[in-house]
């Protein structure tokens, strides 16, 4: 039984659809959290447009070219089905992939083509199958029945860039060039490329001028190899021997014009020109590894001496922990910070005093030290005798225009305050 899988970007790089051996496929962000997972279908359903998912295995699927939330997946139940990325209980619309005589197969492989408008499917039987998706599905609008051996999978399909050349691989070992224009018939075809996996690709240059595809390790044979065929003649350009293993698949990126190979060794492989080049395999290819610097370290000899005097005695090494905790002590290691004011005067406020007085009378420069816990009251009357005797404030003031004091006394007789009096 054939079963594959795909795990592919989406266009705007912040999902990635993940197809496996399971009859639901899942979309993924780029932090590996799902986004939706498409439904399963009723497995006991003959009629697969009744039901709503997949009923067995999938085997490929892709990304819609230009719309980010449109996918397409193709199943071992003979179809393939349109999803939305925001309504995954359900398929946009159903693709049935027939055979010549009218019965069911499988699609192997699926793909858009480069503007987004053509469906194309490989299917087991050898065939390859196109939907024009402005039309409706019933019938394809191209069809090759005997593009490729009859049950050996078609891997891959790619579509050129300027949409008008198809590139098949297969597991019959060929690959083969077609024009979409003239459909019959391939224009050109390569033979002798052993495939043992099922998901072995081929792809064009972004400028369409080579086509890309990997070789796996035949008997005999050293190094897996990478092909390049010219997409006018079709003659091998260059070949690349890539590991001692199989190439499985390739990946020609059109913006950073690197070349990504995976290999069945599990190794990861990557090509590209210093100068045609852009990001990508650059950015990391200048760092050079750092080299580790070793410090050498002369242990001492430790003489412990018990009798000598304390000036020349040596203090035993310590653990880490006793280390620490001595340098906790420390003021200076443990950069203790400034400890907090408790008294102090010249425009310091005590700790302690927290009253107006008392830190009016602070401010007021008076060498003598004030005890915050005393009365106001008894504080000032101290110097009530001396303020009597040796006025300073307002007696100097009023000495010259009235030597004696007139205070105002209250009305003994009840005559009328000048106060206002509440009512």
């Known amino acids: 039984m054939y079963v594959s899988g795909t ?45 709503k998912g997949h009923t067995a295995s999938l085997n490929s699927g892709s990304w819609h070219p230009f719309s980010k939330e449109q996918y397409l997946t193709c199943s071992q139940d003979s ?50 199958q196109m939907w024009d998706q402005r039309k ?44 979409l224009r003239m459909f019959k018939s391939p224009i050109f075809v390569a033979k002798d490329l052993f495939s043992r996996y099922n998901t072995t690709d081929c792809m064009f240059s972004p400028d369409d001028t080579m086509v890309v595809t990997g070789q796996s390790l035949n008997k005999g044979a050293q190094n897996g190899k990478m092909l ?27 913006k950073l014009n690197q070349v990504f190979v995976g290999c069945g060794n599990g190794i990861v492989k990557v090509y590209y020109d210093p100068k045609k080049s852009m990001r990508g395999a650059k950015l990391c290819v200048v760092k050079t590894h750092t080299k580790q610097k070793h ?28 280390q620490m905790e001595k340098d ?11 400890l907090p004011i408790t008294s102090g005067q010249g425009g310091r406020v005590a700790s302690s005093g927290g009253t107006l007085s008392s830190y009016v009378i602070r401010n007021l420069g008076l060498s003598k030290r004030i005890e915050d816990d005393q009365d106001p009251r008894e504080a000032i009357l101290k110097y009530a005798k001396i303020a009597e005797e040796k006025p300073y404030w307002i007696a100097p003031a009023y000495k010259r225009t009235q030597p004696r004091t007139i205070f105002q006394t209250d009305d003994q007789d009840g005559g009328l305050s000048n106060k206002r009096q509440k009512q």
């Open 7 to 51: 795990l592919q970007y989406s266009t705007t790089g912040d999902m990635i659809l993940v197809v496996s051996g399971a009859a639901q496929a899942k979309v993924l962000d780029r932090d590996g959290f799902e986004k939706c997972e498409t439904v399963k279908g009723d497995q006991y359903l003959i009629d697969m447009s009744r039901t």
């Open 79 to 128: 179809t393939c089905r349109i999803w939305v990325l925001n309504s995954p209980r359900c398929h946009k619309s159903l693709i049935r992939c027939r055979a010549q005589n009218g019965v069911k197969t499988v699609p192997t492989t699926c793909t858009y083509s480069r503007d987004g408008t053509v469906i194309a499917c490989g299917c087991i039987d050898g065939s390859i």
């Open 136 to 179: 409706n599905f019933v019938t394809p609008s191209l069809v090759s029945r005997g593009a490729h051996t009859q049950h050996t999978e078609i891997s891959s399909l790619s579509f050129s860039y300027t949409k008008q050349m198809l590139a098949s691989r297969a597991c019959d070992d060929t690959l083969k060039l077609w024009d």
């Open 228 to 254: 390049f065929y010219n997409s006018t003649t079709f003659d091998v350009v260059n070949q690349i021997s890539v590991t001692n293993s199989h190439v499985i698949k390739t990946l020609w990126h059109p």
């Open 295 to 322: 410090i050498e370290i002369m242990s001492t000899q430790q003489i412990i001496t018990p009798h000598a005097l304390p000036l020349f005695r040596q203090d035993r090494p310590k653990s880490v922990r006793k």
């Open 328 to 338: 906790r002590l420390d003021p200076v290691k443990s950069r203790r910070p400034d």
